[in-house]
């Protein structure tokens, strides 16, 4: 990648005072926030170009940076998605999770999908780690599952080919990790080619717990 300004949304303070449900309520009166301030970056020129932003939200986050985009006309180039938050979102609030009018280009990760996690696809491009239920370095953990896909983010900017994705054809054979070895191997990555569609499989290594637990404590004091 060039170089490039990261920008990060803490709406820590805000959000420690309520649980869950009236979060998924209130969350949408923070989205107008991180749009305006885009428009306003575009207008005086800082900004030339949506097509030079990249939104990434983990959980509630990726709802978030998803309707940011939504308020943006889906210009943004590119939304990442991190295991987006399925409570509440799977059949409520539709309109107001993570899709493909997000952005010109809209990658998701699934880690924890048991609970957590949407299980269906919402992006041009959906990632299934493990199967998306459970994660090696995890085992039956769907917190850390959850967080994970963080960290698997994390290691493909440190290694661009460190998750090689194969084509799966349907939600059911991502799970069961049943792959179409005929059509081409893709790398999940933050320049994953912008004309990739589909559902692909992910077969991660197992990590050490050292960063999760560090990674959790913070989440924890957020949540």
Avoid at 1 to 7: G, H, L
């Amino acid at each position: 990648m060039t170089d490039s300004n990261v920008v990060l949304v803490d709406w820590s303070d805000w959000a420690m005072q309520m649980d869950y449900g009236n979060l998924v309520i209130q969350f949408p009166t923070v989205v107008p926030h991180l749009a305006d301030w885009l428009n306003g970056l575009h207008d005086r020129e800082i900004i030339k170009t949506f097509s030079d932003i990249i939104l990434i939200g983990h959980s509630l986050g990726a709802h978030l940076v998803g309707n940011a985009g939504h308020r943006l006309n889906g210009t943004v180039s590119r939304i990442i998605a991190l295991d987006p938050a399925q409570p509440n979102f799977r059949i409520d609030h539709k309109n107001e999770r993570v899709d493909v009018n997000s952005g010109r280009f809209v990658m998701v990760l699934h880690t924890s999908t048991l609970l957590f996690g949407l299980r269906e696809p919402v992006g041009h491009v959906d990632f299934y780690f493990n199967g998306a239920q459970f994660q090696p370095t995890c085992a039956v953990d769907t917190t850390c599952g959850h967080l994970m896909s963080i960290i698997y983010m994390m290691d493909s900017l440190k290694n661009s080919t460190a998750f090689p994705a194969s084509r799966c054809c349907t939600v059911d054979d991502c799970e069961k990790k049943i792959v179409d070895l005929e059509k081409p191997t893709v790398y999940m990555n933050m320049n994953t080619p912008i004309s990739t569609r589909g559902l692909y499989s992910i077969l991660p290594g197992r990590k050490n717990l050292t960063f999760y637990m560090r990674l959790l404590g913070y989440t924890l004091k957020m949540i």
